[in-house]
């Protein structure tokens, strides 16, 4: 071998010695990672069949086989302490047990202490014991597009897993929900894995995996609830059995382009309307205004405008900028989030607890001009009909506008489920009557919860 070949492959090899280093660094960072996380993740079985046989069993291949079509899988991780664990709301809902699998085979009861619906979370405690080892949040805001990223989760049911890619996008929104804000992430996500941690190179929660887009030629599209979200809600899940968001009255629709232009440049949020007793009814707002900003960031749509009311928490000051209408000016009022009161807050988990499959909103005049029949109560909207849940079975359709409720006109949201809750705690069949779009008749439909 001459003396040129030697020379070309020493090159070669002080060439490739640092990429080699590099690759072998990365590779023992997610190893480090996986070994750093691994005792803090469980797989959670959400069984819809009662029985007490299940917390002898072990989930064997055998077992499994057994219990299939009787349990949801999903995945959940400790925060706060070694009992309590966060996964997602829909993982668990209708689950008349849950069950944990840690490490082995054996599964551990847990209770729901506490879900939000809206925001997909959900919080476990252990019933007997607890051996979890509790993660950090990190901070899902200061999270880079880029940045690579670690997932845990418990794919199709079959044991906890792990898979790692990178942040795709942030503040993705895919009109799932009231809240809509995801970290698209590339990792595999699959069904089970929902619940689990998406943590950074450091170990730290910046979010909890919720799903992923499905269709034809659709790949690599995971979503992932940010932590910004996350932590509150579980907090105070934990601290008190229940999350209460930030509440200020308004009752508000998005103006088209069009419309806004006409009236101002920038401000496309009109305000419909304010509760009665509400921070917004305080602050003399109303339907010649148009929100522009909260807290100097400047917000387009009804969507956006949640987000950044979300942020604020409660009992804190906000400044909202509005536009008015009248005098043709801008100008900033200063609001303070209150918490729903306590009615209205136990006839919500009342009505969950139903499982009425129905996610009811207020309505603004412009959905409201496809209902055709003058009457005069204004009524609450039926946005969404959950399949094989009570409210489909009664006959109730996505779309309908609910106008009265065993003879109680309805007005807002809240006085229609106050009458709700009301009616369905004294009696299983409650009387709705509902207006349908472009039907100029009231149908009477009867909700039987028997």
């Known amino acids: 071998m001459t003396a040129r070949n030697w020379t070309f492959k020493l090159l070669l090899f002080l060439f490739l010695l640092p990429q080699v280093a590099r690759t072998q660094s990365w590779e023992l960072k997610y190893v480090d990672l996986y070994e750093k996380i691994q005792h803090s993740v469980v797989n959670v079985y959400a069984f ?10 072990t989930l064997n291949e055998r077992d499994a086989i057994v219990l299939k079509g009787h349990y949801s899988a999903g995945t959940a991780f400790f925060s706060n302490d070694e009992v309590h664990l966060i996964t997602n709301a829909h993982v668990i809902e209708n689950a008349k047990s849950i069950f944990i699998q840690h490490g ?5 009861r847990t209770e729901l202490i506490g879900k939000e619906p809206d925001f997909d979370i959900a919080v476990l405690k252990i019933v007997a014991g607890g051996f979890g080892k509790p993660l950090v949040f990190g901070n899902s805001k200061k999270t880079r597009i880029g940045e690579w990223v670690g997932i845990f989760g418990n794919p199709l049911g079959i044991g906890t897993s792990f898979a790692h890619g990178v942040i795709s996008a942030k503040g993705r929104v ?5 809240f809509d804000n995801f970290i698209q992430i590339s990792a595999g996500i699959n069904p089970g894995n929902s619940g689990g941690p998406l943590v950074n190179l450091s170990g730290e929660v910046i979010g909890v995996v919720s799903r992923k887009m499905v269709g034809r030629g659709v790949e690599g599209i995971g979503l992932a609830i940010p932590s910004s979200f996350v932590q509150p809600i579980a907090e105070q899940i934990i601290s ?10 308004f009752v508000i ?4 382009l069009k419309e806004s232009k006409s009236i101002s440049q920038d401000c496309m949020i009109q305000i419909e309307d304010t ?7 305080r602050a003399n707002l109303g339907p010649n205004y148009l929100i522009c900003s909260v807290n100097n960031i400047k917000v387009y749509n009804s969507d956006e405008l949640a987000l950044q009311l979300f942020e604020a928490g409660l009992n804190a000051s906000i400044k909202i900028e509005v536009f008015d209408k009248i005098s043709k000016r801008k100008k900033f009022v200063s609001l303070v989030a209150q918490a729903e009161d306590e009615d209205w807050y136990r006839a919500k988990k009342f009505l969950e607890s139903k499982h009425l499959g129905l996610g009811l909103e207020e309505i603004d005049s412009v959905k409201r001009s496809l209902y055709p029949m003058i009457i005069t109560t204004k009524g609450i909207l039926v946005r969404e009909v959950k399949q094989g849940l009570l409210g489909e079975k009664s ?13 109680n006109p309805v007005s807002n949201l809240k006085e229609g489920m106050l009458f709700l809750s009301k009616s369905l705690s004294k009696s299983k069949i409650v009387r709705i009557q509902v207006l349908r779009k472009l039907l100029e008749e009231i149908q009477e439909i009867s909700l039987n919860i028997s």
């Open 104 to 108: 082995g085979k054996s599964l551990y």
């Open 275 to 281: 509760n009665e007793n509400s921070p917004a009814r």
């Open 48 to 57: 819809t069949e009662t029985s007490d046989e299940l917390s002898q069993r």
């Open 395 to 407: 006959g109730l359709k996505a779309g309908d506008l609910i106008i009265s409720i065993d003879k």
């Open 253 to 256: 629709r998005d103006l088209p």
């Open 240 to 249: 008190q059995g229940y999350y209460q968001r930030p509440w200020f009255g």
């Open 174 to 178: 895919f009109n799932s929900g009231k």
